[in-house]
């Protein structure tokens, strides 16, 4: 992973588009099964499919929570590269191993750090 500033804000805007390309396609599939439940006389009780249906709404609507909360994750990375604390722990003030954040772009802490909690 390159430590320049300005490869990490590239990275991270990269993964942010990527990752809102996400949300917009599971909006739209989270909009599209709504839409198809609601045309449907179906009744998530009594229908065969019902539960079925429940799930994927539940499903969607989780992955598209976690999607959000990585964009949220994202953008805090962005400010600490803009304050220059980018790649510190929080905790312990350490440098942050370029492979945890080549894995994990948005960590906020070292490995030692995290593993306490």
């Given at each position: 992973?390159?430590?320049?500033?300005?490869?990490?804000?590239?990275?991270?805007?990269?993964?942010?588009?990527?990752?809102?390309?996400?949300?917009?396609?599971?909006?739209?599939?989270?909009?599209?099964?709504?839409?198809?439940?609601?045309?449907?006389?179906?009744?998530?009780?009594?229908?065969?499919?019902?539960?079925?249906?429940?799930?994927?709404?539940?499903?969607?609507?989780?992955?598209?929570?976690?999607?959000?909360?990585?964009?949220?994750?994202?953008?805090?990375?962005?400010?600490?590269?803009?304050?220059?604390?980018?790649g510190v722990c929080e905790r312990c003030s350490r440098p942050i191993p370029a492979e945890r954040l080549a894995a994990r772009p948005s960590a906020?802490?070292?490995?030692?750090?995290?593993?306490?909690?």
């Amino acid at each position: 992973m390159d430590t320049e500033p300005s490869a990490i804000r590239a990275d991270l805007h990269r993964r942010r588009d990527e990752t809102s390309a996400e949300i917009a396609a599971l909006e739209g599939d989270l909009r599209s099964l709504f839409e198809a439940s609601r045309s449907s006389n179906a009744d998530d009780e009594h229908d065969p499919e019902g539960s079925t249906i429940a799930f994927e709404r539940a499903q969607l609507s989780a992955v598209l929570a976690a999607a959000r909360r990585r964009v949220a994750e994202l953008d805090e990375a962005l400010s600490r590269v803009a304050a220059g604390t980018y790649g510190v722990c929080e905790r312990c003030s350490r440098p942050i191993p370029a492979e945890r954040l080549a894995a994990r772009p948005s960590a906020r802490t070292c490995v030692a750090c995290a593993s306490r909690r």
